[in-house]
């Protein structure tokens, strides 16, 4: 499974953005697909998981009630809603696949890894 972000870009502070990732592969169905992002000088942050029938999901504290995360199995698709955007939400988001059926929410849960998307936010 190989991750592929794309949807980045500049947004005015509250307003929203969609990302979108496709990971090639037959078997991207089985898999746990979660979202995080880095912001420059800080450590890497969860964002967001799901799980492979989208009927489990799990957030950041930070993101809780603005963000959406989705999966589209026929498209090979997991896709990120973000809404009233901050700020603080500035950062390199990257989408990640995980190989075993628990969410995940720390980067050693994900085994494959996008390269990343730039997300800023101005105030």
């Known amino acids: 499974v190989q991750p592929v972000e794309s949807g980045g870009g500049l947004v005015q502070a509250g307003g929203s953005l969609r990302l979108s990732c496709v990971a090639s592969?037959?078997?991207?169905?089985?898999?746990?697909m979660g979202w995080f992002r880095q912001a420059p000088g800080k450590e890497r942050e969860f964002v967001a998981a799901?799980?492979?029938?989208?009927?489990?999901?799990a957030y950041g504290d930070s993101v809780k009630g603005r963000f959406t995360i989705s999966r589209d199995n026929a498209k090979n698709t997991v896709y990120l809603l973000m809404n009233s955007l901050k700020p603080e939400d500035t950062a390199v988001y990257s989408c990640?696949?995980?190989?075993?059926?628990?969410?995940?929410?720390?980067?050693?849960?994900?085994?494959?890894w996008g390269q990343g998307t730039q997300v800023t936010v101005s105030s």
């Open positions: 990640a696949a995980r190989g075993n059926s628990g969410l995940g929410v720390t980067q050693p849960d994900y085994n494959y």
């Open positions: 592969g037959r078997t991207f169905s089985s898999y746990v």
């Open positions: 799901i799980n492979w029938s989208g009927g489990t999901t």
